[in-house]
């Protein structure tokens, strides 16, 4: 039997899985149209703010741009504008292109390519933010203290221009040497008191591995794809903070206006239940990580080396923490819960209308409160069927990634049933449920039977890849070399 042999990529065909999900390919000619003519609403009550360099933070080759970002030191903290695309004002309420975004909710991400929430003319073009364009958005203006503590926020309609496109890799070069653009030389300051003040909030961030397939560029012909962990950077965390902050903003101008305008959309997550936490610290002593009574979950975990088993068990165990994540409406009845427990505040989505529908009624909310205007009607109107669009989608989404990962696995691992690997027990069987192992090369997160120890490393044997049903299964311990029949490639 070979062992550890190097596992690269495979040919791989997901539309079977598009069919499955039944996602929509092309865009109704009518809402094509209307992107392609799309105008802005509000050209003549725009307050010009080109002067602001803004730059844009996405991945390498990304068209739709939903943020611009500035960053400056002040004499008492920080002063912030965020840029985020006025998507309202190219969309037509109640036209075909409002009707088709409602229908599809958010943009979809396929390993081959997207499923976009709006067309490609209005995403990618004539709404995106991209360098050198004047475009209309809906300009965040937020003073903070030393502590990266919002003191001011408000939003209006501006019209900007952005200044470059930068990515994640190249800001975080660029930190690393001293450079950063001088729109966001204060973006490593900011960041790193934003994410300590998430801690003290009692903000969740998971570390586990993030699975991702990409096309394999070695390979010609057919399409060749490959499992990789995306590398995260600080870079993505401090970026990450600006519209974490910027979403907490949103939520409490509408809490703050609740009383008058009895409006509002939030991102919700109820807390942890208490059996959670409970079962985290037994887990935590099991597997030797000390977790004094007076720190979250959140600061013990960020105190964790994640590339230890230790923390990818926790880790894998901090997922139930963070559960049943909704919407939220505010209309004038006292909701259950205003908080968003894995931020540790009220929190609402704002900064990518581009990609995600929700987005573009919150803004909408904030603009009027903060304008002192009553929110426009098509937004009241719209916030219970866009919930309802946005709790099927997202429950959609993750369905999606799921299959796209299982496939690719299933597919790449499939020549190599009974092979052996190395692998850390994310979670040990209960009785209800196999363990659960993560095997860094290729890295697959599966089932694994046999009743590996939680925690440790072990050797595992794969004992089934079914690209046809997107299954992988290993076994422990690894059977001997001549009980499992070998499948060359």
Not at 229 to 251: F, H, K, Y
Not at 472 to 489: I, N, R
Request: charged share 20%; net charge negative.
């Amino acid at each position: 039997m070979e062992l550890h042999q190097r596992i690269v990529s495979a040919p791989v065909d997901f539309g079977a899985v598009r069919t499955e999900f039944g996602l929509a390919s092309d865009y109704p000619s009518e809402a094509v149209s209307e992107a392609r003519d799309a105008v802005d609403a509000f050209a003549g009550t725009r307050v010009d703010r080109r002067e602001i360099a803004l730059v844009t933070i996405d991945p390498p080759g990304s068209m739709d741009l939903d943020q611009a970002l500035y960053l400056e030191r002040t004499a008492t903290g920080f002063l912030l504008y965020y840029a985020i695309a006025d998507v309202a004002a190219v969309v037509t309420p109640d036209g075909p292109l409002a009707r088709e975004s409602l229908a599809r909710g958010q943009t979809y991400y396929l390993p081959d390519g997207t499923v976009p929430l709006h067309p490609h003319e209005l995403s990618e073009d004539r709404a995106s933010l991209l360098p050198d364009q004047d475009r209309p958005a809906a300009l965040w203006t937020i003073e903070l203290d030393e502590n990266a503590e919002p003191q001011r926020f408000e939003v209006t309609r501006a019209l900007v221009r952005s200044r470059a496109r930068l990515d994640y890799a190249g800001v975080q070069a660029d930190a690393d040497a001293g450079r950063l653009h001088p729109s966001i030389a204060a973006l490593p300051d900011f960041g790193r008191l934003r994410i300590e003040a998430g801690l003290r909030r009692g903000a969740i961030n998971l570390r586990l591995p993030a699975q991702s397939v990409i096309r394999d560029g070695e390979q010609t012909g057919l399409d060749h794809w490959q499992l990789v962990i995306e590398p995260r950077t600080a870079a993505d965390d401090w970026n990450e903070q600006v519209s974490l902050l910027t979403g907490m903003c949103a939520a409490r101008i509408m809490l703050d206006c609740y009383g008058s305008e009895h409006v509002g959309l939030l991102r919700t997550m109820p807390p942890p239940a208490a059996t959670a936490i409970e079962s985290m610290r037994r887990t935590a002593t099991a597997v030797g990580v000390s977790w004094p009574k007076p720190d979250t979950a959140g600061r013990m975990l960020a105190g964790l080396d994640p590339n230890t088993p230790a923390a990818l068990v926790l880790m894998s165990e901090a997922t139930s923490l963070l559960r049943g994540a909704s919407y939220t409406i505010l209309n004038g009845q006292p909701p259950e819960t205003v908080q968003h427990s894995g931020i540790g505040a009220p929190y609402a989505h704002v900064t990518a209308p581009l990609r995600r529908l929700a987005d573009r009624y919150a803004t909408e909310i904030c603009l009027a409160h903060c304008a002192g205007t009553p929110v426009p009607q098509w937004v009241r109107d719209g916030l219970t069927p866009v919930t309802d669009t946005m709790r099927r989608t997202d429950a959609l989404a993750n369905k999606l990634e799921r299959a796209c990962i299982d496939l690719t696995e299933s597919t790449i691992l499939a020549p190599r049933v009974g092979t052996d690997f190395d692998a850390t027990v994310l979670r040990e069987a209960n009785g209800t449920r196999p363990a659960e192992i993560f095997v860094a090369d290729p890295p697959v997160l599966a089932k694994c039977t046999g009743g590996p120890p939680e925690g440790k490393r072990v050797q595992v044997q794969l004992a089934e890849a079914d690209p046809a049903t997107r299954t992988v299964t290993f076994a422990y311990p690894a059977p001997p070399a001549d009980s499992v029949p070998y499948s060359q490639p």
